[in-house]
T-cell receptor
Framework: GQSLEQPSEVTAVEGAIVQINCTYQTSGFYGLSWYQQHDGGAPTFLSYNALDGLEETGRFSSFLSRSDSYGYLLLQELQMKDSASYFCAVRAADSSYKLIFGSGTRLLVRP | NAGVTQTPKFQVLKTGQSMTLQCAQDMNHNSMYWYRQDPGMGLRLIYYSASEGTTDKGEVPNGYNVSRLNKREFSLRLESAAPSQTSVYFC???????????FGQGTRLTVV
């Protein structure tokens, strides 16, 4: 099976950098992905790491280390609109392709 | 460009009533999913369908049934609703090979 752990809450100041960590246990997976969800909204895709290393998409970067079963999402130049919940997710490496999510990290950006 | 469409958006049921949540996607995706989201619990997988004609249980399937009617549609049925099923339900779809999942806007279900 798969399980993922994330901190429940993170607080940061506007303009700062914040890192949201995700550790996972899985028998096999295709990669680690990240989703953002604003209150009352639906999750939306942010990034995906199939291989070890850093992937950068604008102000957001995501990192994966398969040997450490660890990944993180890095948000730079924080803006108030970045206040949301962030979920890491893994896709099973079997024919099911099922997508399992962590419990989410609530990010609060303060002025 | 509808993406993933869920109906209804809101629903209130009495304990013991049944209902079906509808989901349709127009992106020709093979895989479809039903999740429930409770405060502090993240997204928990109820059922999924890796391709048309197949369905499998996820993490929390008890009390639910699903039907993959065709490639576009994947419905979730509550046969006898219980207060513990009060939650926000999300349908999602993705290509098999692509990890990006697209979500519907959710159904807010209250069972009283």
């Amino acid at each position: 099976g798969q399980s993922l752990e994330q901190p429940s809450e993170v607080t940061a100041v506007e303009g700062a950098i914040v890192q949201i960590n995700c550790t996972y246990q899985t028998s096999g997976f295709y990669g680690l992905s990240w989703y953002q969800q604003h209150d009352g909204g639906a999750p939306t895709f942010l990034s995906y790491n199939a291989l070890d290393g850093l992937e950068e998409t604008g102000r957001f970067s995501s990192f994966l280390s398969r040997s450490d079963s660890y990944g993180y999402l890095l948000l730079q130049e924080l803006q108030m609109k970045d206040s949301a919940s962030y979920f890491c997710a893994v896709r099973a490496a079997d024919s099911s392709y099922k997508l399992i999510f962590g419990s989410g990290t609530r990010l609060l950006v303060r002025p | 460009n509808a993406g993933v469409t869920q109906t209804p958006k809101f629903q209130v049921l009495k304990t013991g009533q049944s209902m079906t949540l509808q989901c349709a996607q127009d992106m020709n995706h093979n895989s479809m999913y039903w999740y429930r989201q409770d405060p502090g619990m993240g997204l928990r997988l109820i059922y999924y369908s890796a391709s048309e004609g197949t369905t499998d249980k996820g993490e929390v399937p008890n009390g639910y049934n699903v039907s993959r009617l065709n490639k576009r549609e994947f419905s979730l049925r509550l046969e006898s609703a219980a207060p513990s099923q009060t939650s926000v339900y999300f349908c999602a779809s993705s290509k098999k090979e692509n990890t990006e999942a697209f979500f519907g806007q959710g159904t807010r279900l209250t069972v009283v």
